[in-house]
């Protein structure tokens, strides 16, 4: 059994998606996790705060960030437990906020020895 | 990872508040910025709030990281400086920005949005947008399928409408004594032109078209609210509104056709919603009665009446005549005529009728038709009714006529 983690990225939505909608992913979100439990293949979770983020650079330079051009925020992940890429992505694909368009889902195999 | 449930529109309503508070605060120029840290507060709930529940208080939460929000938006925006200067100079020692998401403010702030939001600078089209976009809460998805249009020119719309705000240097804030009144009737017609959007909409889709009477109502609560907007016509327009909203169940049948007052099912009509018009035309009644929406919320209260009342028609026909003589519209003295018939009998009610020659008026035509079926001159009925379909303007009511026409034609003269 492998571990894998699951970034969650969305796009700026003010106007595209709206309150009652986020509300709504919240809700499913909440049941996705909770299903994952269930089959005993969650590991952890968690959102990224953005407001205190710091961006270092090769000088050592620590700046607030990132932004910009940003088009799409790294809100937070989950770690799941699955024998393979495959069956991981196949639990990515019941993310709420996959429902709005710029939104993904990366997912990455956490090394282990 | 628990699962306690968040408050129902929780977000569609906090929107609101948060959006007028800051709005308020830092001037409508500021408007989109606004918009995009209350949205991006509400990721930030997504994101956090899945895994760990809600917090113990929910809203306060959402108060807090919208404000920590807004001063890293200022910080790195380098607006913060001019803001902060701006503030001293007129108040007291702050060295931040404080932003009050006390009750008070919240609906202080929230009323002011509603009158900027229903300037009448802008179209009142462009008005309801701005007041379903800003305060009721609603995505341009949700906009868009109410008026059967499409979010690329919903969007536009409110482009527009917020650069009008700008170049005419609209402020977030109360009327004066001078202009209040004015100022208010714009709002109160704006709502319920919403509300009437709901009412008659021919959208197919019930619950969207329930959803902007709800609206509608609950911007007109914003108005009952604050003692300053609690008056004669607002509590009028209420009334009006619970009325009709009392029979929103009952206007519609399951494939979607408009059932008619007539032919509507009574036990489907919400008692609450008529309690709650009784409530809100006895309030308007503490005042002088002048407001053109009283006559019409009486006429709407005698509707809920049994037809066995032997004062109901007669007493509508009173308030039609009062009505017609302050709003002369085609559509008022048509309805005007259907009362005319319950008290002076069909024959009487064509002479008067004819008296508005509205030829090309397929309302009119279809009133005509059903007064002669009535008379069983079903010529008269079936000619008037052909005119009707000819000068009828969308699918629905050519539907509608053509099943009034099979119908006559069914029934084997008297």
Known sequence: MKEYILLFRHENVNGKVSPEQIQQWMKQQMDWVNSIVAKNKFVSGTGLLFDDAKVVNHKKFVTNGPFGDIKETLGGYIIVKAESADEAAEFAKGAPILQGEGNTVEVREIVTH | ?414
């Open chain 2, 1 to 414: 990872m628990n699962e306690s449930d968040i408050i129902p529109h929780l977000f569609k309503t906090e929107y609101s508040k948060m959006v007028s508070v800051l709005t308020r605060s830092f001037g409508l120029e500021y408007i989109e910025t606004a918009e995009d840290i209350v949205s991006e507060t509400f990721l930030s709930a997504l994101d956090s709030w899945s895994y760990k529940g809600k917090p113990a208080n929910p809203t306060a939460w959402l108060y807090t990281v919208a404000k920590n929000k807004l001063k890293n938006h200022l910080a790195r925006n380098n607006t913060f400086n001019k803001l902060v200067s701006e503030q001293l100079t007129d108040k007291s020692q702050c060295n931040e920005i404080s932003i009050d998401f006390s009750d008070k403010n919240i609906s202080d702030s929230q009323l002011q949005m509603l009158f900027a939001v229903c300037h009448p600078s802008i179209s009142t089209e462009a008005q309801i947008c701005l007041a379903l976009r800003m305060l009721c809460g609603l995505g341009l998805n949700e906009i868009a399928d109410a008026f059967l249009s499409n979010k690329e020119t919903i969007h536009k719309r409110l482009q527009r409408a917020k650069e009008k705000l700008y170049s005419e240097k609209i402020k977030i804030e109360m009327p004066d004594d001078k202009e209040i009144n004015e100022r208010l009737n714009t709002v109160i017609q704006t709502i319920y032109l919403l509300f009437s959007e709901g009412y008659y909409s021919e959208s197919n889709n019930s619950i969207v078209r329930k959803e902007l009477c709800v609206e509608a109502l609950n911007l007109a609560y914003l108005l009952l609210d604050n003692p300053q907007t609690n008056n004669h016509a607002t509590n009028a327009l209420m009334s009006l509104m619970c009325f009709q909203a009392s029979r929103l169940e009952a206007r519609q049948s399951e494939n979607g056709d408009i059932v008619l007052y007539d032919d509507q099912d009574r036990t489907l009509w919400n008692t609450e919603f008529i309690e709650k018009g009784f409530h809100y035309l006895q309030q308007a009644s503490k005042w002088e009665i002048k407001s053109t929406y009283y006559v019409e919320a009486s006429i709407a209260y005698w509707h809920t009446v049994d037809n066995s009342n032997r004062d109901k028609w007669t007493s509508i026909l009173k308030l039609y005549d009062v009505l017609l003589s302050a709003k002369n519209s085609p559509i008022v003295a048509l309805n005007r005529i259907w009362a005319f018939s319950k008290v002076h009998g069909n024959n009487a009610a064509i002479v008067e009728a004819e008296k508005l020659g509205l030829h090309t008026n397929h309302f009119y035509l279809v009133l005509l038709a059903e007064l002669y079926n009535h008379i069983d001159d079903d010529d008269k009925a079936n000619e008037y009714l052909t005119k009707a379909h000819r000068f009828c303007k969308t699918n629905t009511e050519k539907e509608m006529i053509q099943k009034k026409i099979d119908k006559l034609n069914k029934e084997p003269t008297a």
